[in-house]
């Protein structure tokens, strides 16, 4: 087996080496890497079957939240490779067998409305619906047994932060010099995406991972008190409950109760839509740039990047330092950026058995092929609403921006105590993240009346409306800004999404990674059955209800019901989102003590 | 003759669908968010035939029957399954009223089945029996798929010229000379001689601005939503006990709920922590099996709760012209949706009062005929 590390991570970075079992063989990996980098960096990108269709599938993203593929560990079944760190001795089990059957009825199933055109007759119906219902792709429940009391542990500060990137960090180090008592939840680890960048972010005199690290240590030494690994899952009308999937078999419920939350949980890689844009060895930038940088793994030898975005360019800049092979693939037919960029592609079809191996590439009048063996989506990203949204935050789409919640010069939202920065409010590079944690975190101090903040916040608010202006994203801010005060949802055309690598509605162009939904049943609920909102056809295809919450598929949807009916994506809109961010086993639900904090 | 239908839930898409076979023309629907918006989407589309009351039974049984032909007649499969409803009984005094009911049900040909505990572990091994004394088994009953019975009524509907107006919220309800003239919206007025309200939890504030008051409240209820997982609970099964209840979607997701103490009225459609520990609870303690399965995501949705808990359907003689209801269905408007929308358009059109719709008008209230309905939950 053919290994992906190319350098060792950094000692801070560094777990013990440890030996696990994969389907009977020893993969040797960290202490400090989930699964699926161990198992990627082995070049062990199969991970799963998928539910519907029984395609192979590997993570697309390493964060927890996109839980869109499952793993036996310990014979622990539906466990998320990617929330699961290395521990000596783990069994992890990897189902490769298709059904038989599938390769017959696979062009027949109609993953969406699982049923319909299948069977006409009533009388044969219960049999069919047995079948179906017994040929999902369905794991048992874990079958584990946790002491029936787990103690829940109640979390109490002034301001809690979530997402501890740049933006979290500098709202949490504003609001810990004001004096608040401050609380910092990070799904994965303090830093960031920042802390994987090894090269100069735009406008910063220093690489990404030095100023991330500084920034770590100066909050921890102000007191920020911090829960990492952690997902902060609801905001409940009588608690906000987080949950860390740690240790694994139970995990650790917190209740969490502060008077005022800045919300900075980043963004989102859209994954791109093509024939067969499942295939494991399909990742996100984000995920790519995260194994790179701090577990040393690179993601391919001969890698595609899809997208001549600033994200995408960076990422290459990082991939030549390891030798590795790049190629860039982009939709406009002109643009700025150097190197090896193929423009103008109209269609891609990814080509592997059980791992992409080739691609193929549609442009004007010329077919190119090219032997890959990873592929990365760089193509857009949407702000992570999944929070703020919850929270009782506004959401709205603006083009340059997404699907955004509203907020205003000062970061707040138009829910009172609710503050959002960085990625998660559309901001695309690392010196505005910062800029506007600091002014989340000074709004947050004077929401709590700390207003001696007031001059601090002032003199930031004009810096960063001239970064604004100096990284050019002033106009779509400005709007947003606008709206905070109208409150009338503009009204947006969109043109072909960013995302789109396909030229129709094709049957093997997933949109949904979970159910297993495909361009032509979206097209098909908005075509065939006319819906044109993105609740109805959610509730007509099964779009965003399975694992991952919509995370990774609700946002393309909603662009391209809006590309194809020409309506704006505020009328389209962006479905509703609910409770929990991350799943939560049952025991330890039933373990916790609600203390009404 | 111009039809309002306020309100697009299985009430109102039922009876579009109906009136219109029957040949009615410039039929609209208004609805104030989008397509089924309300307690339809957010049901747990189950449907059975076992009600305390003589009434909602038999109602319930030729309900079923349109349901099970619901995709013959609309074109979407709507997956019915009949999986049943099996009751957890932990008293004796719970025993014995099931013994009593089920001689009505008998009488009414849906008769169900007492099982011992040895037999509900026999049948459904997951089942922590121990401390269950007996169960009630109704294979009556079953699932089906909310969400295509809604859009399959609305799909047919259209097709027969029914028209659909979303976020297009009615503020009221417009009478000149004791007589129906058409509904408000901010958008402007809407002409009708017919005004059939079927908004659900919201037709109160449309009642109370014509001065009508029928007891009826709506009261938030939470459902919580597993991953999906084999499919192996077929049944619907009510634990009387801690008034929970869990079923499984054909996908393999398990949903349930439990009563929860609740302030009556239109609380926002958020989640408490509270439901979600106190259902886990019971759910870890019924079901050890499912101790493992990982809760994805929750939400609410209203019961329109009338005060004897069944539904209302037609209209008060005292009430202006052309003004009809549809609501107040306490928990089980998914289930009888079908059959009141066809009774109720010949009720409409041609002023027939059917024998199973009778006890449910709206006048039952000033009769006192109540019609005290105890099977609220599942």
Redesign the interface.
């Known amino acids: 087996m053919s290994t992906l590390r190319v350098k060792e991570p950094t000692a801070d970075n560094r777990g013990e080496t440890v030996s696990i079992d994969v389907n009977g063989t020893t993969v040797k990996g960290l202490t400090s890497e989930s699964i699926s980098v161990t198992l990627y960096a082995n070049g062990i990108k199969f991970f799963d079957r998928s539910k519907k269709l029984y395609r192979p599938r590997g993570f697309f993203s390493l964060h927890p939240q996109a839980r869109t593929v499952m793993i036996n560990v310990n014979g622990m079944l539906a466990t998320n490779p990617s929330e699961i760190y290395l521990t000596e001795g783990l069994k992890v089990h990897i189902q490769q067998k298709r059904p038989l059957s599938m390769h017959f009825f696979e062009p027949m199933i109609d993953t969406s409305l699982l049923h319909k055109p299948i069977v006409k007759n009533r009388l044969i119906w219960p049999l069919a619906l047995r079948f179906i219902a017994n040929s999902i792709n369905n794991p048992e429940p874990a079958e584990y047994e946790t002491p029936h009391s787990i103690p829940t542990i109640v979390e109490k500060a002034d301001l809690v932060v979530v997402g501890g990137g740049v933006a979290g960090l500098s709202a949490a180090i504003e609001a810990r010099k004001y004096g608040l008592e401050t609380l910092l939840i990070d799904d994965v680890e303090l830093g960031g995406e920042m802390l994987c960048d090894e090269l100069e972010p735009p406008g910063m005199s220093e690489p990404g991972c030095v100023f991330a690290r500084n920034l770590r240590k100066k909050a921890l030494e102000l007191g920020v008190r911090v829960l990492s690994k952690t997902t902060l899952v609801g905001f409940f009308e009588d608690a906000v409950l987080a949950f860390s999937p740690h240790p694994l078999g139970s995990g650790t419920p917190y209740i969490i109760s502060a008077k005022a939350y800045v919300v900075a949980t980043g963004a989102v890689d859209l994954p791109c839509i093509f024939a067969n844009n499942d295939l494991p060895g399909i990742i996100d930038a984000s995920s790519a740039l995260r194994m790179l940088s701090i577990h040393g793994v690179v993601p391919g030898k001969n890698v595609a990047v899809l997208g001549a975005t600033e994200r995408g360019l960076r990422l290459v800049e990082h991939l030549k330092k390891y030798a590795v092979n790049t190629i860039v693939l982009d939709k406009s037919k002109n643009g700025a950026g150097k190197g090896n960029i193929v423009r103008g592609v109209k269609e891609i079809i990814a080509i592997g058995k059980d791992k992409v191996e080739a691609l193929k590439i549609k442009r004007d009048g010329e077919e190119l092929k090219l032997n890959v063996d990873c592929i990365i989506c760089a193509a857009s990203t949407n702000p992570d609403i999944k929070i703020s949204a919850q929270a009782g935050a506004k959401i709205t789409y603006i083009k340059e921006l997404g699907f955004v919640p509203i907020h205003d010069l000062f970061m707040r939202t138009l829910k009172s105590n609710l503050f959002v920065a960085g990625g998660a409010s559309g901001s695309p590079y690392g010196i505005l993240h910062v800029i506007e944690g600091r002014i989340a975190g000074l709004s947050a101090a004077i929401s709590l009346n700390k207003t001696d903040a007031e001059a601090e916040r002032d003199a930031l608010v004009k810096e960063y409306r001239s970064l604004l202006q100096k990284f050019g994203i002033s106009d779509p801010k400005e709007k947003m800004f606008r709206y905070f005060e109208t409150k009338v949802v503009p009204d947006e055309k969109i043109t072909e999404p960013p995302t789109l690598f396909c030229s129709g509605p094709r049957r093997n162009a997933f949109v949904c990674f979970c159910e297993d939904i495909r361009l032509w049943d979206l097209y098909r609920s908005v075509s065939v059955y006319g819906f044109t909102c993105l609740e109805k056809v959610k509730r007509s295809t099964g779009i965003g209800t399975a694992r991952c919450q919509g995370r990774l598929c609700l946002v393309n949807s909603a662009l391209y019901i809006a590309y194809i009916t020409g309506l704006s994506p505020n009328v389209v809109g962006i479905a509703r989102q609910r409770p929990l961010a991350i799943s939560i086993p049952i025991n330890v639900l039933a373990a916790m003590g609600v203390n009404k904090a | 003759m111009r039809i309002a239908i306020v309100g697009s839930g299985i009430m109102g898409l039922s009876s579009a669908y109906n009136l219109a076979k029957l040949g009615a023309k410039n039929i609209i629907i208004l609805e104030k968010e ?4 309300g307690s339809t ?1 957010r049901s747990a589309s189950r449907f059975r035939v076992h009600f305390w009351t003589e009434e909602n039974s038999r109602f319930a049984l030729e309900a079923k029957k349109i349901m099970v ?1 619901l ?2 007649i609309t074109g ?2 709507v ?4 999986g049943g409803y099996l009751w957890l009984l932990f008293s004796e005094e719970q025993i014995k009223a099931f013994r009593e009911k089920n001689k009505m049900w008998e009488r009414l040909g849906i008769a169900g089945k007492f099982l011992s505990p040895s037999e509900i572990k026999e049948r459904y091994p997951y089942i922590h029996t121990d401390d269950v004394l007996e169960g009630f088994f109704g294979p009556q009953n079953g699932s089906c798929f909310h ?2 019975v809604a ?1 399959g009524y609305y ?1 047919a509907a259209a097709r027969l010229g029914a028209k659909l107006f ?1 976020r297009s919220p009615v503020e009221r309800v417009l009478v000149e000379n004791n007589k129906v003239v058409g509904v408000e919206l901010p958008q402007g007025k809407v002409e009708a001689d017919v005004v059939l309200l079927t908004a659900g939890a919201w037709t109160d504030e449309l009642l109370k601005g014509l001065g009508i008051m029928l007891p009826t409240e709506p009261e938030r209820k939470e459902m919580a939503l ?7 609970i077929e049944p619907l099964i009510i634990d009387l006990g801690t008034s929970a209840y869990i079923g499984q979607a ?3 997701e398990i949903l349930g709920s439990i009563e929860v103490p609740v302030k009556s009225g239109l609380l ?1 459609l ?5 439901f ?2 106190k259902w ?2 019971a ?3 019924r079901f050890p ?11 609410s949705g209203y019961y329109s709760m009338s005060a004897d808990s069944s539904h209302i359907m037609g209209r008060d003689p005292e009430w202006p012209e052309g003004l009809y209801v549809a609501y107040g269905d306490s928990g089980h408007g998914f289930m009888m949706g079908p059959l009141i929308g066809k009774l109720l358009a010949r009720n409409i059109l041609y002023g027939e009062i059917d024998e199973l719709m009778r006890p449910f008008l709206p006048t039952r209230f000033k009769e006192g005929k109540l019609i005290p309905e105890k099977l609220v939950i599942g």
Not at chain 2, 34 to 37: A, D, I, R
Not at chain 2, 226 to 232: C, D, I
């Open positions: 989008y397509l089924s918006y989407v032909s995709s013959s979407w499969n997956l019915v399954t009949t969400n295509y859009f799909k979303e597993t991953e999906s997982y084999k499919y192996f054909l996908k393999g926002p958020e989640n408490t922590l509270d979600l520990v886990a609870r759910v870890y303690k099996a499912l101790r493992g399965a990982r809760v994805m995501r929750c939400w």
